[in-house]
Protein backbone atom coordinates (compact mmCIF):
# COMPACT_ATOMS: atom_id res chain seq x y z
CA UNK A 1 0.00 0.00 0.00
CA UNK A 2 2.65 2.56 0.94
CA UNK A 3 6.43 2.76 -0.05
CA UNK A 4 8.59 0.55 2.37
CA UNK A 5 10.22 4.43 3.47
CA UNK A 6 7.10 6.12 3.77
CA UNK A 7 6.19 3.60 6.15
CA UNK A 8 8.90 4.36 8.42
CA UNK A 9 8.41 8.26 7.96
CA UNK A 10 4.54 7.83 9.01
CA UNK A 11 6.47 5.63 12.30
CA UNK A 12 8.70 8.44 12.91
CA UNK A 13 6.39 10.78 12.93
CA UNK A 14 3.69 8.80 14.98
CA UNK A 15 6.43 8.21 17.80
CA UNK A 16 7.15 11.56 18.01
CA UNK A 17 3.41 12.11 18.32
CA UNK A 18 3.47 9.73 21.05
CA UNK A 19 6.59 11.44 23.39
CA UNK A 20 4.40 14.80 22.96
CA UNK A 21 1.41 13.33 24.41
CA UNK A 22 4.05 11.88 27.07
CA UNK A 23 5.03 14.82 27.98
CA UNK A 24 1.84 17.26 27.74
CA UNK A 25 0.79 13.83 30.10
CA UNK A 26 -1.32 11.80 28.27
CA UNK A 27 -0.08 8.42 28.74
CA UNK A 28 -2.88 6.20 27.34
CA UNK A 29 -2.75 8.55 24.35
CA UNK A 30 0.96 7.48 24.23
CA UNK A 31 1.06 3.93 24.48
CA UNK A 32 -1.95 3.86 21.86
CA UNK A 33 0.25 5.59 19.07
CA UNK A 34 3.20 3.69 20.50
CA UNK A 35 1.27 0.21 19.21
CA UNK A 36 0.33 2.63 16.25
CA UNK A 37 3.65 3.52 15.32
CA UNK A 38 4.60 -0.68 15.61
CA UNK A 39 2.44 -1.63 13.31
CA UNK A 40 3.70 0.20 10.71
CA UNK A 41 7.55 -0.78 11.46
CA UNK A 42 5.92 -4.36 11.34
CA UNK A 43 4.88 -4.20 7.70
CA UNK A 44 8.03 -2.27 6.75
CA UNK A 45 9.42 -5.91 7.32
CA UNK A 46 6.34 -7.67 6.51
CA UNK A 47 4.54 -6.14 3.29
CA UNK A 48 0.65 -6.38 3.27
CA UNK A 49 -0.13 -7.34 0.09
CA UNK A 50 2.38 -10.91 0.14
CA UNK A 51 0.47 -11.02 4.11
CA UNK A 52 -2.82 -11.30 2.07
CA UNK A 53 -1.42 -13.48 -0.67
CA UNK A 54 -0.09 -15.79 1.31
CA UNK A 55 -3.69 -16.07 2.99
CA UNK A 56 -5.16 -16.57 -0.45
CA UNK A 57 -2.80 -19.39 -1.14
CA UNK A 58 -3.67 -21.15 1.98
CA UNK A 59 -6.99 -21.08 1.14
CA UNK A 60 -6.03 -22.46 -2.54
CA UNK A 61 -7.48 -18.97 -4.44
CA UNK A 62 -4.92 -18.65 -7.35
CA UNK A 63 -6.81 -15.82 -8.60
CA UNK A 64 -7.08 -14.50 -5.67
CA UNK A 65 -3.27 -14.53 -4.72
CA UNK A 66 -2.43 -13.10 -8.46
CA UNK A 67 -4.48 -10.39 -8.16
CA UNK A 68 -3.07 -9.41 -4.59
CA UNK A 69 0.80 -9.88 -6.13
CA UNK A 70 -0.30 -7.83 -9.28
CA UNK A 71 -0.23 -4.78 -6.77
CA UNK A 72 2.85 -4.57 -5.66
CA UNK A 73 3.93 -2.33 -9.33
CA UNK A 74 7.57 -2.64 -8.78
CA UNK A 75 8.88 -4.92 -6.57
CA UNK A 76 12.84 -4.00 -6.32
CA UNK A 77 12.24 -0.52 -5.11
CA UNK A 78 8.83 -1.10 -2.95
CA UNK A 79 10.17 -4.15 -1.05
CA UNK A 80 13.31 -5.29 0.98
CA UNK A 81 14.65 -8.06 0.18
CA UNK A 82 13.50 -10.96 1.86
CA UNK A 83 9.89 -9.82 0.65
CA UNK A 84 11.57 -9.95 -2.75
CA UNK A 85 12.50 -13.74 -2.44
CA UNK A 86 9.20 -13.83 -1.09
CA UNK A 87 7.37 -12.44 -3.53
CA UNK A 88 9.61 -14.27 -6.65
CA UNK A 89 8.50 -17.20 -4.74
CA UNK A 90 4.92 -16.72 -4.96
CA UNK A 91 5.54 -15.70 -8.27
CA UNK A 92 7.12 -18.76 -8.95
CA UNK A 93 4.22 -20.70 -7.22
CA UNK A 94 1.98 -19.70 -9.32
CA UNK A 95 3.26 -19.85 -12.59
CA UNK A 96 4.54 -23.67 -12.22
CA UNK A 97 0.52 -24.02 -12.94
CA UNK A 98 1.28 -23.14 -16.77
CA UNK A 99 4.79 -21.95 -17.45
CA UNK A 100 7.74 -24.48 -16.01
CA UNK A 101 10.33 -22.13 -17.53
CA UNK A 102 8.95 -18.82 -15.99
CA UNK A 103 8.38 -20.93 -12.67
CA UNK A 104 12.59 -21.75 -12.68
CA UNK A 105 13.26 -18.54 -13.30
CA UNK A 106 11.42 -17.19 -10.03
CA UNK A 107 12.63 -19.78 -7.94
CA UNK A 108 15.79 -19.53 -9.02
CA UNK A 109 15.49 -15.67 -8.30
CA UNK A 110 13.55 -16.34 -4.86
CA UNK A 111 16.76 -18.72 -3.90
CA UNK A 112 19.17 -15.93 -4.68
CA UNK A 113 17.81 -13.28 -3.12
CA UNK A 114 16.44 -15.79 0.34
CA UNK A 115 13.99 -16.60 2.26
CA UNK A 116 13.73 -16.77 5.42
CA UNK A 117 12.42 -20.39 6.83
CA UNK A 118 13.95 -23.45 6.08
CA UNK A 119 10.55 -24.83 5.15
CA UNK A 120 10.10 -22.35 2.31
CA UNK A 121 13.65 -22.81 1.19
CA UNK A 122 12.87 -26.63 0.84
CA UNK A 123 9.56 -26.22 -1.30
CA UNK A 124 11.62 -23.86 -3.20
CA UNK A 125 14.31 -26.44 -3.73
CA UNK A 126 11.83 -29.49 -4.26
CA UNK A 127 9.77 -27.39 -6.97
CA UNK A 128 13.13 -26.53 -8.92
CA UNK A 129 13.80 -30.26 -8.83
CA UNK A 130 10.89 -31.26 -10.41
CA UNK A 131 11.55 -28.90 -12.82
CA UNK A 132 14.41 -30.16 -13.50
CA UNK A 133 13.26 -33.73 -14.14
CA UNK A 134 10.66 -32.92 -16.32
CA UNK A 135 13.67 -31.00 -18.50
CA UNK A 136 15.46 -34.54 -18.02
CA UNK A 137 18.05 -32.76 -16.10
CA UNK A 138 19.00 -35.71 -13.71
CA UNK A 139 22.13 -34.77 -12.14
CA UNK A 140 20.55 -31.39 -11.00
CA UNK A 141 17.32 -32.69 -9.70
CA UNK A 142 19.31 -35.53 -7.70
CA UNK A 143 21.38 -32.90 -5.85
CA UNK A 144 18.03 -30.09 -5.25
CA UNK A 145 16.53 -32.56 -3.86
CA UNK A 146 19.10 -33.85 -1.40
CA UNK A 147 19.44 -30.08 -0.46
CA UNK A 148 15.46 -30.10 0.03
CA UNK A 149 15.77 -33.08 2.40
CA UNK A 150 18.36 -31.57 4.49
CA UNK A 151 16.44 -28.52 4.69
CA UNK A 152 12.49 -29.95 5.70
CA UNK A 153 13.51 -30.96 9.63
CA UNK A 154 9.98 -31.56 10.48
CA UNK A 155 9.83 -34.08 8.01
CA UNK A 156 6.45 -32.48 6.58
CA UNK A 157 7.45 -33.08 2.43
CA UNK A 158 8.93 -36.30 3.41
CA UNK A 159 6.33 -37.92 1.14
CA UNK A 160 6.79 -35.79 -1.74
CA UNK A 161 10.72 -36.19 -1.23
CA UNK A 162 10.29 -40.22 -1.88
CA UNK A 163 7.88 -39.48 -4.25
CA UNK A 164 10.38 -37.36 -6.78
CA UNK A 165 13.12 -40.09 -5.95
CA UNK A 166 10.81 -42.93 -6.90
CA UNK A 167 10.35 -41.05 -10.16
CA UNK A 168 13.93 -40.22 -10.88
CA UNK A 169 14.62 -44.01 -10.74
CA UNK A 170 12.56 -44.66 -13.76
CA UNK A 171 14.17 -41.83 -15.77
Known amino acids: MFN ?5 VIAGLILAYAIYQFIEG ?37 AGTQKW ?6 PESALITKQQGYYNYLKGIMSSQTNLTEAEKYFKKALKLGLSMDYDLAMAKLSLAGIAMQKRRKREATMLLNEAKKLDKQNMLKDQIKMMQQQMKKI
Open 4 to 8: KNIKL
Open 26 to 62: QIGNGIFLILLAGIFVFLYFRNEMILLAFLRMRKQDF
Open 69 to 74: LNRIKN
